[in-house]
């Protein structure tokens, strides 16, 4: 199946500082990713839509400018956490929708970010 | 913004044993996908369901689409620890966009 790989796995940073997270599709070109972010014990929330060359679409409640998408190319989405802080602290995951056949999407295996 | 209940919270059962969780939601689902999550993972699709009323197996899974399409259930058979995860439902509003239900935490006891 489909493959979507994130960078890093894990990360710890210091309050204030940012921090960029990778979403690859390594075997399909991705027009549309999807940023998630998860608590603990908790469900999967919708972050934002990244779309290819355009600007990402924020779900309510999410600042855009503390948390910068860019998708730029078919194959590759970033986020970044701006000053980041303690309660920043989630695991985030992407997901890349292939567009050929089933059009499903498929997850990363997310990124844990812990801030100091 | 539709909201996905899913039942149990939490479950823990003996290997072997037989389990159901739900999945709710407040208005009609255009179509309802269910996942598992494992510990530091993404999640995993395992089936959509598109009718209403609509079964679908998977090896020892089994996902029923409510006739209404207003709910789904999950079944497994005899259990197993790779069972072990956190199952999510997820509806696809036809927008390209999922939302994910509150999910169920099956622990599978050996």
């Known amino acids: 199946g489909a493959v979507v790989s994130q960078h890093p796995s894990w990360v710890i940073c210091k309050s204030g500082t940012s921090v960029k997270i990778e979403c690859r599709s390594l075997d399909f070109q991705a027009t549309t990713m999807f940023w998630y972010r998860q608590f603990p014990k908790q469900s999967l929330m919708l972050m934002a839509t990244s779309n290819e060359g355009s600007k990402a679409t924020y779900e309510q409640g999410v600042e855009k400018d503390k948390f910068l998408i860019n998708h730029a190319s078919l194959t590759l989405s970033t986020l970044t956490v701006t000053s980041a802080h303690p309660e920043d602290s989630s695991f985030y995951i992407c997901?890349?929708?292939?567009?050929?056949?089933?059009?499903?999407?498929?997850f990363g295996p997310g990124t844990r970010l812990t801030v100091l | 913004t539709q909201l996905l209940e899913q039942s149990p919270q939490f479950l823990s059962i003996q290997e072997g044993e037989n389990l159901t969780v739900y999945c709710n939601s407040s208005s009609v689902f255009s179509s309802l996908q269910w996942y598992r999550q494992e510990p530091g993972e993404g999640p995993v699709l395992l089936v959509t369901v598109v009718t209403g009323g609509e079964v679908k197996k998977l090896k020892r899974l089994t996902f029923q689409f409510g006739d209404a399409r207003k709910d789904s259930s999950l079944h497994i058979t005899a259990a197993q620890p790779g069972d072990t995860g956190l199952y999510l439902c997820?509806?696809?509003?036809?927008?390209?966009?999922?939302?994910f239900g509150t999910g169920t935490r099956l622990t599978i006891i050996p």
């Open positions: 997820a509806e696809n509003f036809g927008n390209e966009k999922l939302t």
């Open positions: 997901s890349a929708r292939d567009p050929v056949g089933t059009d499903t999407q498929y």
